[in-house]
């Protein structure tokens, strides 16, 4: 079965690498290229590496009227929002209603109390009844629901690559006293937006935190942990900004109520991960890089059991534009569709 799929927020990173993701893969066709602000005659007008590769035009999303959607539907069978938080909660249900089926790369519909989508992303939250729709498409975790879903909300960069180290704690119920998160990131997750803050001059030779307590992911975070661990779970993270292009390094340090060893952690994540082709568990004493990811949609996990301590150490490394956003998309669009979820996405690493 071939599908023809459109992007909207093409112009973007993520828009790019799903872009470059869909044009090699063996079921879909890209029928339409959005824009949620700035349109172009041709995506080579900004993206002029895609010469000889794909040539249409970017159009904005205010040209769509109600009967232009009905004739895009006419073409097409799934829509990609890659777009900023704020947007997707208004066109979202537009393309859900006309028969779409969405895949949503914003953060719009991860978190499922309005409440605290408003507290954490400062904006009013979508209507509930379809935030109870999206589902939350962690696809190792939630692979039963994906497969019947019309709108999943893909999960956040560093969310997906925390969730994947922590889940087989909570999924075996350890008794867990407190998780802390120390997690870097490269530029390429603020976006291709103009900020200061990500200017050259202000991130080369630079380390920094930021977001200090207030970064969106940890709701997010703390909900899927909650889910599934059947109990209500806070973690305390802290985000920083390498001068990088690309890459999110997790480091995660767990700390228990009772001893644990190394044998039992290698037995829990061997069970949890090992028909689950894009998580690759280092062997014990081996902690993964980003650049081991760079380009692919794996996530690269090791670990370290410091008995002096009593405390579990987690390395944690994803691509954030590939697993942490354009790359687990299109797994997800595999599990929904029926469809091997390593299709269009057997990529290794770009070396060095």
């Given at each position: 079965?071939n599908?023809n799929?459109?992007?909207?927020g ?18 879909v066709?890209?029928?339409h ?19 000889d590769?794909i ?6 999303l ?12 006419e073409?097409?069978?799934i829509?990609f929002?890659?777009?900023?938080s ?10 859900l209603?006309?028969?779409f089926?969405?895949i949503?790369?914003?953060?719009d ?5 309005p409440?605290?989508y408003?507290?954490w ?17 962690l ?6 629901d ?8 893909n ?7 925390i969730?994947?180290?922590?889940a ?35 991130v080369n030779d630079?380390?920094?935190?930021y ?9 997010e975070?703390?909900?899927?942990l909650?889910?599934?661990g ?30 644990i ?7 829990i994540?061997?069970?949890?991960y ?22 692919t949609n ?15 150490i987690?390395?944690?490394v ?8 354009a ?23 770009t070396?060095?």
């Amino acid at each position: 079965m071939n599908i023809n799929a459109i992007v909207v927020g093409a112009t973007g990173y993520g828009g790019l690498e799903l872009i470059r993701i869909l044009l090699q893969h063996p079921s879909v066709s890209i029928s339409h290229l959005f824009a949620h602000s700035q349109g172009y005659d041709s995506i080579l007008d900004l993206y002029p590496q895609l010469r000889d590769v794909i040539d249409i035009p970017v159009d904005t999303l205010d040209q769509l009227t109600e009967e232009k959607i009905k004739e895009l539907k006419e073409a097409s069978d799934i829509v990609f929002l890659g777009t900023p938080s704020g947007v997707s909660k208004e066109w979202g249900p537009i393309f859900l209603n006309q028969g779409f089926k969405v895949i949503d790369l914003s953060g719009d519909f991860r978190l499922k109390d309005p409440a605290s989508y408003e507290k954490w992303y400062g904006k009013e939250a979508p209507e509930q009844s379809y935030l109870q729709k999206a589902i939350y498409g962690l696809s190792e975790w939630f692979s039963d629901d994906i497969k019947e879903a019309d709108y999943i909300a893909n999960p956040g960069c560093y969310a997906t690559s925390i969730l994947l180290a922590l889940a087989p704690i909570f999924s075996h119920q350890l008794p867990v006293k407190s998780v802390i998160i120390d997690a870097k990131s490269g530029v390429s997750g603020a976006g291709r937006g103009l900020n200061r803050s990500t200017h050259f001059s202000e991130v080369n030779d630079n380390f920094k935190a930021y977001k200090v307590g207030t970064h969106q992911h940890i709701p997010e975070i703390e909900q899927t942990l909650s889910q599934i661990g059947g109990k209500a779970v806070t973690v305390q993270m802290m985000t920083h900004l390498i001068p990088m292009t690309r890459g999110i390094l997790s480091t995660i340090y767990v700390d228990f109520y009772e001893e644990i060893s190394k044998e039992e952690m290698i037995s829990i994540y061997q069970e949890d991960y090992q028909n689950q082709p894009f998580v690759r568990l280092r062997p014990y004493g081996e902690f993964p890089e980003t650049k081991q990811v760079y380009g692919t949609n794996y996530c690269d996990v090791g670990f370290y059991v410091d008995t002096r301590t009593k405390r579990l150490i987690l390395f944690s490394v994803i691509d954030n534009l590939m697993k942490g956003a354009a790359g687990q998309a299109v797994q997800n669009l595999n599990i929904m569709m029926g469809w091997d979820q390593q299709l269009g996405l057997k990529f290794i690493p770009t070396y060095p």
